[in-house]
Nanobody
Framework: QVQLVESGGGLVQAGGSLRLSCAAS????????MAWFRQSPGQEREFVCA????????TYADSVKGRFTISRDNAKNTMYLQMNSLKPEDTAVYVC??????????????WGQGTQVTVSS
C-alpha cells in the first residue's frame, strides 16, 4: 500500500521561506509523477506544481512560478517543495500526490493528508 506523508509546514512571515517534504512508502516511487496541491477553507483544491519521472520535466501554476521549486530524490523516495518569497495568499494546506504527470486532480490516485502553511502579513 502506498503512503504519502508531508512535513515541513509552519508559520512564517511574508517574504520568508519554507521547505516541504513528501516521503513516500511502497513500490516504484521512481515510476510515477508527483505533484503538490493546496486548499484553503471554503475554496477548491488548487494545483501548485508537478514533476515527472525525471527532474527535467516540471510545471507550475502561474501564481507560484518563479517563487516555488519542486524537486525529487528517487534514492530517498522523497519529493520536496521549496517555497520562497511567501505571500499571505499562499496560506493553505499543502498536499502531495502521486500519479500521472498533469495539472488536474484526476491525474493522481494517491494523496497525503497535508501540512499546514500559514503566512502572516
Amino acid at each position: 500500500q502506498v503512503q504519502l506523508v508531508e512535513s515541513g509546514g509552519g508559520l512564517v512571515q511574508a517574504g520568508g521561506s519554507l521547505r516541504l517534504s513528501c516521503a513516500a512508502s511502497g513500490p516504484a516511487f521512481s515510476s510515477y509523477s508527483m505533484a503538490w496541491f493546496r486548499q484553503s477553507p471554503g475554496q477548491e483544491r488548487e494545483f501548485v506544481c508537478a514533476i515527472g519521472l525525471t527532474t527535467g520535466r516540471t510545471t507550475y501554476a502561474d501564481s507560484v512560478k518563479g517563487r516555488f521549486t519542486i524537486s525529487r530524490d528517487n534514492a530517498k523516495n522523497t519529493m520536496y517543495l521549496q517555497m520562497n518569497s511567501l505571500k499571505p495568499e499562499d496560506t493553505a494546506v499543502y498536499v502531495c500526490a502521486r500519479g500521472s504527470f498533469g495539472t488536474r486532480e484526476n491525474s493522481y490516485n494517491y494523496w497525503g493528508q497535508g501540512t499546514q502553511v500559514t503566512v502572516s502579513s
